[in-house]
């Protein structure tokens, strides 16, 4: 099946169809869950609309660890049936679903107290692996104290013991998300960014659409539909208050913080993971850097801009010093992130204490809501809310295929994989380039070497930003939906977080690349990149200052004027 561009023809056309049809399912937000709710649908023959405020994956969803996994922790809390669901997940998104997006990775636990650590850590992963019922990844192993040094010889020998390797799966979280969207549309759903929804539409109490704003052109659709569902993670309050609801389910936000750090600055032969005081702390490659983290604090400021405070970033660095050699400094950071995760609220005080099992709720007819869960089980999520969904739908749905159903690009992939030395040379690149494009793009890889073939400079790379080609900021805004600068350098791609400068130096060519695809003009393009850096501005402020009340204050007097919720142009 041939892929579908989500350029600004598409969206028109989706938006046409928006404010024309009546829908089986309108899905309101487009994070990792509100793009498999839509993909799970629309592969059960309905009839689907999809609409997102900002960005495919701009909350949650581009801001994880960028783990697929079942979750070690989880153990501790005898939540054994979310491991499995998770486990299995993860097998399938390795082997079927999207190999090209989600590969192995290593983690080594080390043990600094003899016979009890190591049989406590031991008999927990040797469950784990038990709980993986697929076998996909290798088995856990126990490492002497020379052979864990080997592993990793940055770690501090002192009071080293040994250690416990195992097996994870890793996954560029927002092109994942993005990726769901595009194979939602290639099978027909209609899919939009930057569209709010202002409020529902009733009949008596029977919810039967949405008021819908796009942010573009600042005008007003109704997207009507026979069943609303609910996607909207940690905003899942407020759009529970628009549906006059405010008694439905409540979410949580907990605020995860990640650094990146070179590569060069810790020698590892695989990832981390180290008990905290609260959780687990992991260090996890990434390209030449390794990412680590994450924080787990309650978070009840702007959800739309979650900030990391220095208080953050230095308890991740003193985590991981903990067990490094030489101890990492502020100096070594070159980017960082933060999000927030959305957990259904309860009892316990600590939101690292709070479930991560999903909940789908009917509040009214005609509205679904899905809230909790973890990325890993996005697909098991989805689901589950579309099969409340459809019991209302007065008609004999089929149930949910996605289990068996390809992401765009898994199809052939394996197969150019095995080709990548023929491609590359056709291309004009080097190998390790194209294992690269495929690891992002997969088979689709063969659209952005089709650019490179049309014309040979989107071939070089970007300038301040040399791990991607020019081609990919075009094929960003051409096929994956990339409205504004914003779009490109921290999601698209994840320049904002692997370059010192968070982008800054490329930020004028991309703008540039991407401008005759958008149709912007030179103001247009000073005000995206006048726009990006105020972004990059604001947030390196914030993660100067001591806590999160002063870091988000510092980040609003800066963000203020580009804010497109205070008025300004719609850019948001």
């Known amino acids: ?15 046409r169809r928006m404010d024309e049809s009546e829908f089986d399912v309108l899905v309101v937000g487009g994070g990792v869950v509100g793009a498999g709710v839509a993909l799970d649908a629309v592969s059960r023959g309905l009839s689907v609309a999809m609409v997102e405020a900002q960005d495919w994956a701009a909350g949650t969803s581009s801001r994880s660890s960028k783990l697929i996994h079942g979750g070690l922790r989880y153990l501790e ?42 049989f406590y850590v031991g008999a927990g992963i040797a469950l784990y692996d038990l709980l993986d019922g697929a076998r996909t990844l290798p088995r856990h192993r126990h490492l002497s104290r020379r052979r ?24 560029d979280d927002a092109r994942f998300a993005m990726t769901l969207a595009r194979t939602a549309a290639q099978y027909g759903a209609a ?17 039967t659409g949405a008021r819908v704003r796009d942010l573009e052109r600042d005008d007003e659709i109704v997207v009507r539909a026979r069943q609303v569902i609910n996607a909207t993670g940690v905003w899942t309050d407020e759009t529970g208050e628009l549906a006059g609801n405010p008694g439905g389910l409540r979410v949580r936000a907990s605020k995860g913080v990640h650094i990146t750090v070179p590569r060069d600055r810790i020698t590892l032969h695989t990832g981390l993971i180290l008990r905290t005081e609260k959780s687990v702390l992991f260090t996890i490659p990434w390209g030449r850097h390794w990412i680590i983290g994450t924080t787990d604090t309650d978070w009840c400021l702007d959800k739309a801009h979650p900030v990391a405070s220095r208080a953050d970033i230095d308890y991740l660095l003193d985590r991981v010093n903990q067990v490094l050699e030489t101890p990492l400094t502020h100096d070594d950071v070159d980017g960082v992130y933060t999000g927030l995760r959305p957990l259904l609220a309860g009892d316990a005080s600590d939101t690292a204490k709070l479930s991560r099992e999903h909940t789908v709720a009917r509040p ?5 809501v899905i809230a909790g869960g973890k990325y890993t089980t996005y697909r098991v999520m989805a689901r589950d809310a579309v099969d409340v969904a459809v019991r209302d739908l007065g008609s004999a749905v089929p149930a949910s295929v996605t289990h068996r159903l390809p992401l765009l690009g898994a199809e052939g992939y394996e ?14 690149l080097d190998v390790a380039r194209v294992e690269r494009l495929l690891r992002r793009y997969g088979s689709a890889v063969m659209d952005v070497l089709g650019l490179v073939e049309g014309d040979p400079a989107l071939g070089e790379p970007i300038a301040g930003a040399a791990d991607y080609l020019r081609a990919e900021a075009v094929y960003a805004a051409s096929h994956e ?3 504004h600068l914003e779009d490109v350098l921290v999601r698209r791609t994840r320049i904002s977080i692997e370059e010192r400068d968070r982008g800054l130096a490329a930020a004028d060519e991309v703008a540039a690349l991407i401008a005759p695809v958008l149709g912007w003009d030179a103001a247009d393009v000073r005000r995206e990149t006048e726009r990006y850096r105020a972004l990059v501005q604001a947030e390196m402020s914030a993660e100067l200052q001591p806590d999160d009340v002063s870091a988000d204050a510092a980040r609003a007097e800066i963000w203020a004027p580009f804010d497109p919720r205070a008025g300004s142009r719609a850019v948001a």
């Open 1 to 15: 099946m041939t892929s579908v561009p989500l350029g600004p023809a598409y969206r028109a056309e989706a938006l």
């Open 77 to 118: 809390q005898l939540d054994f049936r979310l491991v499995r669901e998770a486990l299995r997940e993860r097998d399938l998104l390795l082997t079927r679903l999207a190999p090209h997006l989600v590969r192995p990775v290593p983690f080594l636990f080390p043990l600094r107290h003899r016979v009890w650590e190591r």
């Open 148 to 171: 864990a040094l080997a592993a990793a010889p940055s770690l501090n020998a002192d009071g080293l013991v040994g250690a416990v390797q195992y097996h994870d799966a890793q996954v």
């Open 191 to 207: 899919v939009v960014t930057r569209a709010r929804v202002t409020g529902l539409v009733r009949e008596g109490d029977r919810v």
């Open 364 to 368: 009214a007819p005609g509205l679904v």
């Open 415 to 428: 197969a150019l994989r095995n080709a990548r030395c023929r491609l590359a040379a056709r291309a004009g």
């Open 481 to 483: 939906g990339a409205l």
